[in-house]
């Protein structure tokens, strides 16, 4: 790079790495940082690639901010509370005006999240972000995939299919009299760029969650990882899915609409199993129940709603 590493690191990622647990972050070979007494670590990674992930045409910021939070959404998932996160950054160049962008949607995820930076890697090459998030959870508390039995309730956080539906948009696959209005244009592109890592949730997860994952993948799909995981079968009410207005409006089809919502992936809204003595708070919709048997069953036909497939 034009720019050397230390002073790229320096000027626009340094000021990100102040939080109560970090010891020593940004600046030495490794970070040093502090778990609660009494918990587990609990670390997870995930990578945002140009053209896989987000469009080039993609504000910097929102890469930012997006990529965290994807992460972040895995420690929700496990109930895990953040700790801190690593950064590592594949450059094409040192631009200027972009990584000024991007280090203010690094700031904003860091302040929202509290994820705060303690280290990482730069190096040049294909635009590739990856977060490494560390969080932490009282000892043998951690919420998995594996723990869902028949009776529980199967249940889900916020709306599905908003960032599908955004995607859709982004590539010019709606237009005309299908196009939404701009306040559903700016609703759906904000879940697919600055996606909500449920946080807030955790408490309950961790009193009454049997099992959980977030919806990265599609709902069908990662319902899927938890049937495999718990050996079960989930059933799903496709009537009971909640789905925003702007979505609704914005769908060309009832079958579009249900295949973003089962399929289209990058909510990370949480999907969790929770017993059927337990009280359900709003916000939490349930849409189906664990039953004796494997795989997803659902009442509708389910053509392109998949999910999504790395090497496909």
């Known amino acids: 790079m034009a720019t050397a590493e230390f ?24 970070a040093v940082f502090d778990v609660p007494e009494g918990e587990q670590c609990v670390v997870s990674t995930d990578t945002q690639v140009e053209y896989v992930h987000f469009f080039p045409e993609t504000l910097p910021e929102d890469i930012a901010y997006r990529a965290v939070a994807a992460a972040a959404s895995d420690l929700a998932a496990m109930g ?3 700790l801190g996160m690593t950064l590592a950054l594949t450059l094409p160049e040192a631009d200027e005006l972009w ?17 705060p930076l303690m280290g990482g890697d730069t190096t ?12 932490s959870v009282p000892r043998d508390a951690a919420v998995t995939r594996g723990g869902a039995r028949p009776g529980d309730r199967l249940c889900v956080t916020g709306t599905l299919g908003d ?70 079968a989930l059933t799903i009410d496709s009537t009971a899915i909640p789905l925003s207005d702007a979505l609704r409006r914005a769908a060309p089809s009832e079958a579009r609409l249900f295949e973003w919502a089962l399929g289209g992936g990058d909510d990370y809204e949480l999907l969790c199993t929770v017993p059927a003595g337990c009280q359900i708070p ?11 048997g494997q795989g997803v069953q659902i009442d509708r036909p389910t053509s392109g709603a998949g999910g999504y497939a790395h090497f496909n």
């Open 80 to 82: 895990a509370s953040p």
């Open 124 to 135: 040049q090459g294909p635009l590739t972000i990856t977060i490494t998030v560390h969080g």
């Open 282 to 292: 709003d916000g939490l919709a349930v849409i189906g129940e664990v039953v004796v």
């Open 7 to 30: 002073e790229l690191i320096g000027r626009y990622f340094a000021s990100l790495g102040g939080g109560d647990r970090i010891a020593l972050g940004i600046g030495d070979d490794a």
């Open 99 to 115: 990584l000024h962008g991007f280090s203010q949607g690094l700031a904003a995820a860091v302040r929202d999240l509290a994820l």
């Open 163 to 232: 960032a599908a539906a955004a995607l859709a948009l982004q590539r010019g696959e709606l237009s005309g009299d299908r196009l939404p209005e701009a306040e559903d244009v700016e609703w759906l592109l904000s879940r697919f760029n600055r996606p909500i890592a449920r946080f807030e949730w955790l408490s309950f997860l961790r009193a009454h969650g049997s099992a959980a994952i977030d919806i990265s993948d599609g709902l069908l799909a990662d319902a899927e990882h938890i049937a495999a995981a718990s050996g079960v």
